[in-house]
């Protein structure tokens, strides 16, 4: 594993699932959105009443959406990983792209809002641009589902790595465990006592094994 592999790694097992869920909903919420975008601000055009407050409350959430994503803030990490710096800044120039439709977005809004009569043409290339830049985020999203995925396979990989230590101390309060009922049996009237803790320790090894087999079924 080189270096790099070893650092992104490192970067996924710092994340929780929860905080994955919460990127994979953003990323389709901007999805959502960029249609709402585009649905309304055809109405509008067609005189629509809200139609345009309606466009540009999906508009909020869809830079709401994208600026919380791309900010290392408020429990996100941001740009995390190198599939996403280069879905965002690299040859797919997600977060350019992005920032054109929103753009375009709010000068179609405007020009509709004020009777331009530049509406039309502004309209127009706002609904060719939702094509392409629907496809960017599909691809983005399906970085975040990747790096979930990835994130959880590297949750498990931990996980059997903690149970296999766990096994070998148990292994070892077992052997602790033996020794002091031999010791107690030797000890007779005496070693009573010691012979109850040994009894009690080897009913904890026995609920260690329990818990062992339940985790490595949730693992597997």
Same mark, same amino acid.
């Given at each position: 594993?080189?270096?790099?592999?070893?650092?992104? +790694?490192?970067?996924? &097992?710092?994340?929780?699932?929860?905080?994955?869920?919460?990127? @994979?909903? *953003?990323?389709?919420?901007?999805?959502?959105?960029?249609?709402?975008?585009?649905?309304?601000?055809?109405?509008?055009?067609?005189? $629509?009443?809200?139609?345009?407050?309606?466009?540009?409350?999906? %508009?909020?959430?869809?830079?709401? #959406?994208?600026?919380?994503? %791309?900010?290392?803030?408020?429990?996100?990490?941001?740009?995390?990983?190198?599939?996403?710096? +280069?879905?965002?800044?690299? &040859? *797919?120039?997600?977060?350019?792209?992005?920032?054109?439709?929103? +753009?375009?977005?709010?000068?179609? *809004?405007?020009? @509709?809002?004020?009777g331009s009569g530049a509406a039309a043409s502004l309209l127009a290339e706002l609904v060719r641009l939702t094509t392409?830049?629907?496809?960017? %985020?599909? $691809?983005?999203?399906?970085?975040?589902?990747? $790096? #979930? &995925?990835?994130? #959880?396979?590297?949750? &498990?990989?931990?996980?059997?790595?903690?149970?296999?230590?766990? +096994?070998k101390i148990n292994k070892q309060a077992r052997m602790v465990a033996f020794n002091a009922r031999v010791v107690a049996?030797?000890?007779?009237?005496?070693?009573?006592?010691?012979?109850?803790?040994?009894?009690?320790?080897?009913?904890?090894?026995?609920?260690?094994?329990?818990?062992?087999?339940?985790?490595?079924?949730?693992?597997?």
């Amino acid at each position: 594993m080189d270096m790099n592999t070893r650092h992104l +790694e490192n970067e996924a &097992k710092a994340l929780s699932g929860e905080v994955f869920g919460a990127m @994979i909903n *953003l990323s389709g919420r901007r999805r959502f959105t960029s249609q709402r975008i585009v649905l309304y601000a055809v109405l509008a055009s067609q005189g $629509q009443d809200d139609a345009v407050a309606i466009a540009r409350e999906a %508009l909020g959430l869809f830079r709401g #959406a994208h600026k919380a994503l %791309l900010t290392d803030a408020d429990g996100l990490p941001g740009v995390f990983c190198a599939e996403l710096r +280069e879905a965002y800044f690299g &040859k *797919l120039a997600g977060d350019r792209e992005i920032a054109a439709f929103a +753009e375009q977005a709010d000068r179609t *809004l405007a020009a @509709i809002s004020h009777g331009s009569g530049a509406a039309a043409s502004l309209l127009a290339e706002l609904v060719r641009l939702t094509t392409p830049t629907l496809a960017i %985020l599909n $691809q983005i999203t399906a970085v975040y589902e990747e $790096q #979930a &995925k990835l994130h #959880a396979r590297l949750m &498990k990989k931990q996980l059997r790595g903690v149970i296999t230590d766990i +096994e070998k101390i148990n292994k070892q309060a077992r052997m602790v465990a033996f020794n002091a009922r031999v010791v107690a049996a030797r000890a007779g009237q005496a070693g009573r006592e010691f012979a109850v803790v040994a009894g009690v320790l080897s009913g904890i090894t026995d609920e260690i094994d329990q818990m062992v087999t339940t985790a490595l079924a949730a693992a597997a």
